[in-house]
């Protein structure tokens, strides 16, 4: 019974070094969030969110859109059904649009 405990112990400080070797005790896990294009609108227009969160956009219209901040992001062309996705590291509020339909508008918020 010892040799399964030991065994077990041992076995659970191997999964756990990498983690701590990758970035520290104090590290966290990236979260995603989602924005849902449909309509030819981003679902949430504002989302806000903690440094180091990926954002992705899944297009669920039957044509092509993206979401661009100049200067800053550019998810290139997401088709129908696909999707893309940022990683936001630095905060701040960063609005985007659509460059194929200039209408589409949108806003990140990260703290």
Known sequence: MKKIALFALALSSLLVA???AAGGPTAQTSATKTVSISGFTYKPA???VAKGTTVRWVNGDGVAHTATRAGGFN????????????RFNARGSFRY????????RG????Q
């Open 97 to 104: 649009h659509c460059t194929i339909h200039p209408e589409m």
């Open 107 to 110: 806003k990140i918020v990260v």
């Open 75 to 86: 998810t290139k062309r997401i088709g129908a059904g696909k999707s893309a996705s940022v």
């Open 18 to 20: 990498p983690a701590l």
């Open 46 to 48: 504002t989302l806000t």
